[in-house]
Structure formats: structure tokens, C-alpha cells
């Protein structure tokens, strides 16, 4: 199993922009070039919700409601996977998640899919 950290949440206000980072390590972890990384994230009383993905296949996948504005990728060692996030709105606070497994296309927008997960950072966006 592969270990996920994340970091780089914190508050900022609307309009701002924050770059969260997913470090991968474990065993068993090479690179996240082998696997579909994806980001969620969940609001207090929420469902927890797909942001985006990169996957093994160099696709890449967005929700419809941060297109345009988030940005995922794969830092050139294969073992960090950035999620630079602009234009933030206050619908976009919520506990940001790394989740990463070997997933079909399919498959990529549903949290039950992948077999690691982070243990969150916290974006709050608030003027």
C-alpha cells in the first residue's frame, strides 16, 4: 500500500490561490506515473466529492465545477502530485484529499475506487 501526505491547505480569501502537494512513499511505491491520483475534497456534512485526477494512462479529468481554475500534475520525480488551485471561490473550502490506487477510467470520480488515501489538509477560502 502506498503512504499519501499531503500539505500546503491554509486560508486564504476569495479569488486567492493555494498549491496543495501529495507526497508518495511506501514499500511498494515507485511512481505515481504507475497509478490514477486523485484529489477530493469534503465539506462539513457533506459528501466527500471528486476535484480531479491524473491517471496512469496520462489522462487528466476535472470536475465540472473547478474547471478552468485547478490544475493537477505530476512533478517530474513521479512522486508528488500538485494540485495548484486559482480563482478560489468560498464553495471551494473543504478538508482536500490525495487518494491514489491502480484504477480504470471508469472508475477515476468514485472515492470507494482507490486503495490509499491521505489524511487531509484544510483549504478555507473566506473574506
Known amino acids: 500500500q502506498i503512504q499519501l501526505v499531503e500539505s500546503g491547505g491554509g486560508s486564504v480569501q476569495p479569488g486567492g490561490s493555494l498549491r496543495l502537494s501529495c507526497v508518495g512513499s511506501?514499500?511498494?511505491?515507485?511512481?505515481?506515473?504507475?497509478?490514477?491520483v486523485g484529489w477530493f475534497r469534503q465539506a462539513p456534512e457533506k459528501e466527500r466529492e471528486f476535484v480531479a485526477a491524473?491517471?496512469?494512462?496520462?489522462?487528466?479529468t476535472y470536475a465540472d465545477s473547478v474547471k478552468g481554475r485547478f490544475t493537477i500534475s505530476v512533478d517530474d520525480a513521479g512522486n508528488t502530485v500538485n494540485l495548484q488551485m486559482d480563482s478560489l471561490e468560498p464553495t471551494d473550502t473543504a478538508m482536500y484529499y490525495c487518494?491514489?490506487?491502480?484504477?480504470?477510467?471508469?472508475?477515476?470520480?468514485?472515492?470507494?475506487?482507490?486503495?490509499?488515501w491521505g489524511q487531509g489538509t484544510q483549504v478555507t477560502v473566506s473574506s
Open positions: 491524473t491517471m496512469w494512462n496520462n489522462g487528466i
Open positions: 511506501g514499500r511498494t511505491f515507485r511512481t505515481f506515473r504507475m497509478h490514477t
Open positions: 487518494a491514489a490506487g491502480l484504477i480504470s477510467t471508469v472508475s477515476v470520480r468514485t472515492p470507494r475506487a482507490y486503495s490509499s
